[in-house]
């Protein structure tokens, strides 16, 4: 079922995805925007197989278009979603865990919290995102994870952007990170994606 289902999603890429200019690949009417969520739900059961050995309590993301995999990732873990906000709100708790983490696609950084209610040393955490490119945001979450005390049993992400370098940094730190498609090239002009395939 691996394969097939990484073979599902690169053909929902190559025939939903709309590539633009400056390495930008837009999967919103599927992944994070519009969400087809029964195919969304495929990707989490996949992720569970892919992180079965691990012994997770929580799954951690940010919002937003992180939350829709998370969650359908988190009903074949039984566990919950921890999705880290992007600015702490009046009605935020005062005790947070807070990291800073650069957007590439907005170029702005932004301050993002997670209350220390909801994440602890004892926690086991999988953290999950819908991209991957320079991993800033993914760092962010790790870091947040290290501030809790708590550990990090994975990274799993739908679409990794592989020629960002973010992946392969995260893998050489020696983080377990899967993706389930990672895309080598993209041509905005022929609108053409090259996939890499991995051993697991």
Do not use: W
Request: one cysteine or more; proline letters at 1%.
């Amino acid at each position: 079922m691996e394969g097939l289902t990484m073979k599902l999603l690169e053909e929902k890429i190559v025939n939903d995805g709309v590539i633009k200019s400056g390495n930008v690949l837009k999967v919103d009417s599927f992944l994070n925007h519009q969400i087809d969520v029964p195919f969304v739900a495929e990707l989490g059961k996949e992720l569970k197989r892919l992180f079965a050995d691990r012994n997770i309590t929580k799954i951690l993301t940010i919002e937003a278009s992180g939350i829709g995999i998370a969650c359908v990732a988190a009903m074949y873990f039984g566990v919950p979603v921890v999705f880290a906000k992007k600015s702490s709100g009046s009605n935020m708790d005062k005790d947070v865990y807070f990291t800073q983490i650069y957007s590439y696609t907005h170029s702005k950084t932004n301050d993002v919290v997670v209350s220390k209610r909801f994440l602890s040393k004892n926690d086991h955490v999988l953290i999950i995102d819908d991209f991957l490119a320079n991993g800033c945001a993914l760092e962010g979450l790790i870091d947040i994870v290290r501030q809790s005390g708590g550990t990090v049993e994975g990274v799993g992400v739908a679409v990794e952007k592989g020629f960002q370098g973010g992946g392969d940094k995260l893998r050489k730190a020696g983080y377990n990170l899967h993706s389930l498609a990672i895309i080598d090239k993209m041509d905005a002009k022929t609108n053409t994606v090259v996939f890499r395939h991995e051993e697991e």
